[in-house]
């Protein structure tokens, strides 16, 4: 399996409802990052967290990471349906970035 | 606002014809980046460069050659285009320093027949 892992592959959500997302990676790493791509575009990126902190937060975004265990989840709160897209997380390894295949995220109105 | 801009959003190609896909970024990035994204199988690094004149493999170089000239573009060439390299092809650019974000292109999807 890959680095940077997501989970779920799909979720589809209601409106107004909070979405998480998990990645799960393999090696040591000095940060992990989220990004969003929507449908046949390219990829924006939603926040960055160092490997020393546990929780970061943008808007309605929160990001955790947890070294001991490898992985990191994203959680967007109170989702739009403009929230509707693929998101990924990407870890370095040496001078390359690891993207994982993604959550597709649905939010319907 | 930052930019990094490809040449193409869709394009269609011959099996054996060259391609060439252009990206161009104006945020002064020593490095850029060319990624393709199939489905199931996430990005996949196909070159990157950190300074003009300056390549190195990614993962799946086969097939594919870069070219940098100058340190706002950052071309990707299909020296014979097959059918297995239909696909979307993603530019990014970043600063130097490894751990910085990396700024998207659009994308181009290329379709070879």
């Known amino acids: 399996s890959q680095q940077g892992e997501e989970d779920p592959q799909a979720l589809s959500i209601q409106e107004g409802e909070n979405a998480t997302m998990n990645c799960s990676y393999k090696?040591?790493?000095?940060?992990l990052q989220w990004y969003r791509q929507n449908s046949g575009r390219g990829l924006v990126h939603l926040i960055l967290?160092?490997?020393?902190?546990r929780e970061k937060h943008s808007g309605r975004l929160r990001v955790t990471l947890d070294t001991s265990k490898k992985s990191s989840s994203l959680l967007i709160t109170a989702s739009r349906a403009a929230d509707t897209a693929s998101y990924f997380c990407a870890t370095r390894e040496g001078f390359k970035t690891i993207f994982g295949a993604g959550t597709r995220l649905f939010v319907k109105a | 606002d930052v930019k990094v801009t490809q040449s193409s959003r869709y394009l269609v190609k011959r099996t054996g014809e060259k391609v060439f896909l252009e990206c161009v970024q104006d945020?002064?990035?020593?490095?850029m980046f060319w990624y393709r994204q199939d489905p199931g199988l996430g990005l996949r690094l196909i070159y990157f460069?950190?300074?003009?004149?300056?390549?190195e493999k990614g993962d799946i170089p086969e097939g594919y050659s870069v070219s940098r000239e100058k340190k706002e573009r950052f071309s990707l060439i299909l020296e014979s285009a097959s059918t297995n390299q239909t696909s979307m092809y993603l530019c990014a650019s970043s600063l130097l320093d490894t751990y910085n974000e990396q700024f998207f292109g659009p994308g181009t999807r290329l379709t070879v027949l």
């Open positions: 945020m002064d990035h020593e490095n």
């Open positions: 967290i160092r490997s020393n902190e």
């Open positions: 460069s950190y300074d003009v004149k300056m390549k």
């Open positions: 090696t040591s790493i000095n940060n």
